[in-house]
């Protein structure tokens, strides 16, 4: 332990430990703007310098470790005026248009100006003037607002191994940006949004589609059904106001019938319909010599990233489709037929954790019922802006409950949103139907939680089924590069792009950190146990549509429209574009 | 600013892909190779286009966005296709002092360019650099990988006579 | 060796050479052997001798007459006149020539008089091609001194004792350095020479390493030995073209006499050299960026601590060293730290290679004892002011560094008096400006420097380098504004002291002290809209 004395109070803290962190300890929350507490420190914005006894130098307290007896002061002139000045100079080339801004309430300058009661600019105001990308579905990125943190740099490279954005020029010309000013629809991006979470202003954020719902709910001639992922249960009432991880399902469905949705349904009766016919395409390629290990697909950030960096590992990517896009494809199918309605007036809206599936719903391959199968995918983020804008008031809704056909579902699929959940739920089915004997306990605790990359093996009869799970596509790599060299010795391989999985996905409310993935991730678990059907294949609306439309797992029909294929994109897609 | 003559010294019989990729070769791995690589690279091919790039980040197994960004960091190294001659004149003090605005001024006139530009013909490219460590006889000018020090104006069109 | 009567020696550095010094020396090379002379005199091209604004420059040994502005059609008067018959070519001797008639009673002039020649001592003496001329200059005895006679740890305490402080600007103790190298427990450790030498005004390491590349790998080759290193860097900058050349050729030679390489000497220490070249930035000098442009990324400053000195290049212990520091250290090994003190002042022991240039009359290379006073420097080494012009500003330090009004000029030029008069001894460049200039002209140029070569890493250099500039340009075109002078000073204190490294901390030194000495010309741009030099156009 090391003791120091900050604004007059002694602490001990470990060696190691940041200036930052030992004054949070006692109580002093000095302003930050680069740091992020998920990510290598930079210290490059100098918002958090402070006086250090005996030192000329400010120093950043983000970075700068403790060391005996050291004597700091975090409020001196010199200090303040060195803070106000970094923000004030930060402001003078930055658009001041927060009215206008999609991080207006949530961004991290705007609060520290507040913070810090900028209310002068003695700079002349200029602006970068650069374009902004608007080039996906997904992300939109508005580099006049970047105030070069780097926050996403790091995310990229670090965190998700894509590598699609960097710093290039110097000086005051510095700005982040994919390889040769490219646009992002034109580089390897997997558009998992994770940059938005980094990224402390409205540079980067999701391209928002809300109007689209607003006028299909508008119009009488559509009929609008929507989906809630299982993430979104245990996020939305952090947009609402509510404290992170809160478990809101019953409201969540009451406040989307005030807006005016037709039909409330739910992913998660496509996510264990997707545990069906994913254990069995795997107890399948494990009975027939198929190609194993099979990895998982319902995260469109990993196919989009497998597809840009592995793409000669696509044939171990399970065929199925996301929940999402099986969900879209059985609305205007058999749900459509079930209920009497013409598919093309089905208006078919998600709600998802995730940027990626706004990409995933716009992909060609996506329309298996004749149409496009899901028509809007809203992120959790846009969610709460249109309750916001409709006035729900969250606290005061009733819990109702999702409708029929496709509304019963499984503590199963409810804990997909979490990392490892997808391999549990698999295994709670594929170990019943392979075994024929029922599971005792149903817990596989050791694929739970956050580490970045968990293993397992479970006895299926004497057969040994090793399994691997991991989330964020650094982690991925690593999985996927011992799969290239022939070393990776599982059968099954979850892979979830985002870290901590959906609850940690890049539509997720902000702030999105791995205090608040894990929280979220623990509702989801804590969902599971309260629910009365916890294995998938338990579930009796997926007997009914099987027994009713679908007639066999991985049959002719689930092949049409519950599974897919996928596009070798290589890392620089443009070069064969 | 692309014309015929620079895209003739931009893909000329040294630019050839399999040069690129013989030239790569010995980085293969070496993520600290970049800036010796992008050297080579830029040797051949006057500048650092996109396609070499790429070939770049293969090799050392390196994010294209890095080396992008790397060569977009030092003023050696250029994405834009250049003249055939980087004509690079010193704007620091010590050349400053000692009158280096008259040889930019007669530069840009005897090429009939800016600072930044190229010639229509693509043989100079005009650029200003900070200190090139010859500042014992500035004001200073550095054609490519020569030296010319102690310039007054009117020794320019001598000098450029030797590159036209 | 064989013995000759006289050497010619005619300067090979890089200035030199833009004055066709090549032709010189081969036009030099035929005479002699056309007057018979081929056996007796020996023409040798040699690294950079001082006075580079007046080369070519020759010198015939043993009289040490310093011939300037030599063209190949003096060669034969030359030959003729100093080779053959002995007498002194008065015309072309630099500095103020002959009392008294014959070779041998010429006065050194001044230039070279008060120069004290530790750093330089080969440096126009040899041909910097030559690894034999340079072991007969004592050369490689000091490694071989360490090798054979002295324990790492004696090493550094020597050059601790010596009390040299680190050349490239920081001053830091040498041996404190190495000691904290040698004390970090690593599979694997570095050293690194810095010959990224950007810093405006400044072209000593240049002309070190062209004119003596053997003392940089020497002295690399000892700093190995004392922090136990097998594996040294040069870091150079991409402009050096022959520098690099020489220092390539240098190493190849060193490893043929089994200077470098495996088991040197038969001590069982193994030591080897790399260069690698900058692609220009000036940001690169600085350490950690250095150390981030060899591992292969954009030239960006790391966060301190950790120190390099622990945790530098691929993560592993490494010491960086300026060309300068590096040369003085086989000297230092050979005569001991005693004999280092007798130069230079208490605190600031030895020799400062500096380079003169601007208005000033003998521009070039020197070396003098630490603590010598800058009017010194102009006005006795440097000859003054040109065109009868009056003495501005002296800006020492490079770019980095402060700018001095006449009343200082009485200042000792160390590490410690500098700083205490507003300015940075820094790298050892020094220049002079005269009346002539503009001083908002001046700060605009020092500003934009910053501007073009600030990393763009942290806000207030990132930023503040643009609006330094952006003010005083807004001066310099008649538009500025007299509160936008206090924002400066405001935002330069703030830099100062806020940035992430040495670049944005020394940015804006130079215009503080033109604001505090000639804040009235400012002002007088300001409010009376007129530029008193008449250079600014309004
Ligand atoms: C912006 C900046 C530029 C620098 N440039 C150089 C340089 O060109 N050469 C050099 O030796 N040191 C330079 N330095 C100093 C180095 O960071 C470092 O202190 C030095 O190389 C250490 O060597 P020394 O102890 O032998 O002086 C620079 C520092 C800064 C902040
Ligand atoms: S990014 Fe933040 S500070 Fe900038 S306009 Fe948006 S809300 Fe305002
Ligand atoms: S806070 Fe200020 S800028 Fe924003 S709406 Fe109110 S008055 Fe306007
Ligand atoms: S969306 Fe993901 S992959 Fe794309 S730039 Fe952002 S962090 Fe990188
Ligand atoms: S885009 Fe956002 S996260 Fe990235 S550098 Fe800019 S401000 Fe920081
Ligand atoms: S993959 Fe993620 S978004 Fe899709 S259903 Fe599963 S939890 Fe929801
Ligand atoms: S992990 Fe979930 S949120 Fe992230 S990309 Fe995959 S599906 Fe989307
Ligand atoms: S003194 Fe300088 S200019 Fe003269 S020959 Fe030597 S290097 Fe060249
Ligand atoms: S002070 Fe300037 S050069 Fe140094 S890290 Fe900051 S921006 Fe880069
Ligand atoms: S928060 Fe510490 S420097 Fe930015
Ligand atoms: S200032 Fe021009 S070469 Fe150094
Ligand atoms: S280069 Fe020859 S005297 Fe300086």
Known sequence: ?577 | METPEVEKCRTGSSGQPDEIDSILEKYRGRKDALIPALYDIQKVMNYLPESAAVKVAEALEVPVSKVYGVATFYTLFSVKPRGKHIIRVCESAPCHVLGAMNVVKELERELGIKVGETTKDGRFTLELTSCLGTCGVAPAIMIDDVVYGNLTADKIPHILSEYR | MEFYRSHVLVCGGTPCVLEGCKAVRDALISEVRRAGLAGEVKVVETGCLGPCDMGPIVVVYPEGITYARVGVKDVPVIVEEHLLKGRAVDRLVLGTGAKEKGVVSYERPPYFELQQRIVLRNCGMIDPDSIDEYIARDGYRALAKCLTEMTPGEVIDAVKESGLLGRGGAAFPTGVKWSFTARATANQKYVVCNADEGEPGTFKDRLILEGDPHSIIEGMAIAGYAVGADKGFIYIRGEYVLSIERLERAIQKAREYGLLGEDILGSGFDFDIEVRKGAGAYVCGEETALIESMEGDRGEPRLKPPYPGTCGLWGKPTVVNNVETLANVPPIILNGPKWFRGFGTERCPGTKVFTLTGDVNNKGLIEVPMGITLRQVIYEIGGGIPGGRAFKIAQTGGTSGGCLPKELLDVPMDYFSLPEAGSALGSGALLIVDDSHCIVDIARCFMKFFKHESCGKCVPCREGTDRLYEIVDKVAQGNGRLEDLDLALELSRVMQVASLCGLGQAAPLSLMTILQYFGDEFREHIVGKTCPAGTCGF
């Open chain 1, 1 to 577: 332990m090391v003791s120091l004395t900050i604004d007059g109070q002694r602490v001990a803290v470990p060696e190691g430990t940041t200036i930052l962190d030992a004054a949070k300890k006692i109580g002093i929350d000095i302003p930050t703007l680069c740091y992020h507490p998920d990510l290598e420190a930079r210290a490059v914005c100098r918002v958090c310098v402070v006086e250090i006894e005996g030192q000329k130098l400010l120093q950043p307290s983000c970075a700068y470790p403790v060391s005996e007896g050291m004597v700091v002061h975090t409020n001196t002139p010199k200090a303040r005026q060195a803070r106000r000045m970094a923000v004030e100079l930060m402001l003078a080339r930055h658009p001041q248009g927060c009215l206008e801004c999609i991080r207006n309430q949530s961004c991290e300058l705007q609060a520290l100006a507040e913070r810090l009661q900028i209310r002068e600019i003695r700079f002349e105001r200029k602006l970068r003037d650069l374009p902004k990308d608007e080039s996906t579905p997904a992300i939109v990125r508005d580099p006049d607002k970047c105030i070069l943190c780097r926050r996403c740099v790091a995310m990229c490279h670090d965190v998700q191994a894509a590598g699609v954005l960097y710093p290039t020029n110097r000086g005051v010309d510095t700005v982040v940006t994919p390889a040769y000013q490219r646009a992002v629809s034109d580089v390897s991006c997997a558009l998992c949004g994770q940059c938005i979470h980094a990224c402390p202003t409205g540079a980067i954020s999701e391209r928002d589609d809300t109007e689209a719902v607003w006028q299909a709910l508008a119009d009488p001639n559509k009929h609008v059904v929507v989906q809630t992922a299982p993430a979104i249960r245990v996020s939305i009432g952090e947009e609402m106001g509510l404290p992170v991880g809160t478990i809101v399902t019953g409201k969540l469905v009451s406040a989307l019938r005030r807006l005016g949705f037709d039909r409330v349904m739910d992913t998660d009766f496509t996510a264990d319909l997707t545990i069906i016919e994913e254990g069995n395409e795997l107890l399948h390629r494990i009975k027939n010599g198929g190609v194993l290990p099979m990895i998982t697909s319902c995260s469109p950030g990993w196919i989009k990233f497998g597809e840009h960096f592995y793409p000669d590992l696509l044939e171990h990517i399970s065929t199925c489709k996301s929940p999402q896009q099986m969900f879209g494809a059985l609305v205007k199918t058999y749900y459509a037929q079930k209920m009497g309605i013409d598919p093309k007036d089905i208006f078919s809206v998600s709600l998802m954790p995730c940027t990626a599936k706004k990409y995933e719903a716009d992909r060609p391959e996506m329309r298996s019922s004749g149409y496009k199968d899901v028509d809007v995918v809203l992120t959790s983020r846009e969610l709460g802006r249109m309750f916001r804008e409709a006035g729900i008031r969250f606290e005061d809704l009733p819990e109702d409950e999702h409708d029929d056909p496709m509304g019963i579902s499984t503590g199963a699929a409810a804990i997909f949103g979490a990392t490892g959940g997808v391999m549990e739920a698999a295994l709670r089915t594929v170990y019943e139907v392979a075994t024929g004997k029922e599971l005792g306990a149903l817990d596989f605790v050791s694929v739970r939680g956050l580490d970045g990359i968990k293993e397992a093996t479970v006895d299926l009869d004497g057969m040994q089924v090793r399994v691997a799970v991991a989330h964020g596509l650094a982690n991925a790599k690593k999985i996927l590069e011992l799969l290239r060299e022939g070393k990776a010795p599982y059968h099954f391989i979850e892979i979830m792009c985002c870290p901590g999985g959906c609850v940690g996905g890049g539509g997720q409310p902000i702030p999105t950190r791995m205090d608040t993935r894990a929280k979220r991730g623990e509702a989801l678990y804590l969902a599971d146990r309260s629910l009365p059907y916890r294995k998938s294949h338990e579930n009796p609306a997926i007997k009914e549509i099987y027994r009713d439309f679908l007639g066999e797992p991985l049959g002719e029909r689930s092949h049409h429209l519950l599974h897919t294929h996928y596009t070798k994109r290589g890392k620089y897609p443009w070069l064969s574009s």
